[in-house]
């Protein structure tokens, strides 16, 4: 992996529910809109591992209180609605089964929200711990009394103020090395990342557009992209043929290459490596150019290749070492 630093990502509600699609499905919790791109965006750069999604705890329970009201609405409607239309001919609603009284939908909402973010793991709940509610409270109060930020004029805020707070007690944020939220908020929040300044000594963005996140996400594991994206490359057939080609027009006779077993290295060109590649490519710049090292297997065993390729037109450039191993002695 490239990059080590890692990422965290604070969500507000806004960004989670603003899709109604979600009560479309009263037995799912499959995210949409924002918080699904930013998931796929995860997902498909492989970035489980450093680029994290956090959830405080208010959020979630405002999640489950608002699919709470709109489940138990949908219930009181349908009611309604087969009462009105109980009498029309040819019709029988006296089978409904309808959810007993033991029945609490905010139980059934927080296990698939608790699976889910078990399943995916780079999701991650922020919780105000419970020894430090007495700070906390007290802290508030006294910002709501004196209409601090981010309490409205109008004494409103209270939500935003817990967030707040969840994140500048959050235990692990010294575990990132880079921090967002991403609100339709920003104006409530904007003396948060002061506070968070003064607190932790980092720099914490505030963010509303997602497209506009995702791209500076991209900018900070640009190497690491283009690194995943050059090893599925490495893994295709289509390398595999050109790597056939290019080592038989190199050294002539060899057992044909059948697969890639493991790609071992890839780096960038040394200085000491300039000398040689200048003579033989007649080329000066090589900033595009990669070492890798790789395992292929043959008729007889493993082939260890080292080769300089070049990443901008996806290209071998030159075959620098080669040795059949001992397959034993890779496994």
């Known amino acids: 992996m490239i990059e080590k630093e890692k990422t965290l990502v604070i969500l507000d509600t806004n960004k989670i529910r603003r899709n109604l699609e979600w009560e479309k499905d009263f037995t799912d919790f499959e995210p949409k809109g924002d918080f699904l791109k930013i998931i ?42 087969t009462k009105k239309l109980e009498k029309i001919p040819e019709t029988d609603f006296e089978n409904i089964i309808y959810p007993n009284k033991e029945f609490q939908y905010q139980r059934y909402m927080q296990k698939l929200i608790d699976d889910y973010i078990e399943k995916n793991n780079f999701i991650v709940k922020l919780n105000l711990e419970k020894e430090k ?32 707070e969840t994140i500048l007690n959050y235990g692990k944020i010294n575990d990132y090395s880079n921090y967002f939220l991403l609100t339709e908020n920003t104006v409530d929040f904007d003396h948060l990342s002061e506070d968070f300044e003064s607190s932790f000594n980092k720099d914490l963005k505030i963010r509303s557009s997602t497209e506009f996140l995702l791209a500076e996400l991209e900018g900070i594991y640009q190497d690491m992209i283009k ?3 050059l090893i599925n490359f490495l893994n295709s057939e289509y390398f595999l043929e050109k790597l ?62 080292i080769i300089f390729f070049d990443t901008f037109d996806n290209e071998i450039q030159y075959l620098y070492e080669y040795n059949e191993v001992d397959e034993t002695e890779n496994h």
């Open 40 to 81: 796929e965006f995860i997902q498909s750069g492989n970035f489980s591992e450093i680029i994290y999604v956090g959830i405080p705890q208010i959020v979630i329970d405002e999640i489950i209180n608002a699919r709470t009201d709109n489940f138990n609405k949908a219930i009181v409607s349908i009611k309604q609605n």
């Open 133 to 164: 509610y007495h700070n906390v409270f007290e802290k508030l109060m006294d910002k709501a009394i004196k209409k601090y930020p981010p309490f409205h004029r109008k004494g409103k805020g209270f939500k935003d103020a817990i967030i707040w």
């Open 227 to 229: 690194s995943y994206k």
């Open 244 to 305: 056939n080609e290019f080592v038989m027009d190199e050294i002539g006779s060899i057992n044909t290459l059948k697969s890639i077993r493991e790609i071992e290295s890839i780096e960038k060109i040394e200085s000491s490596d300039f000398n040689d590649l200048e003579f033989v490519l007649e080329k000066e710049d090589f900033e595009t150019f990669r070492k890798i090292s790789l395992l292929a297997k043959i008729k007889t065993g493993l082939l260890r290749l």
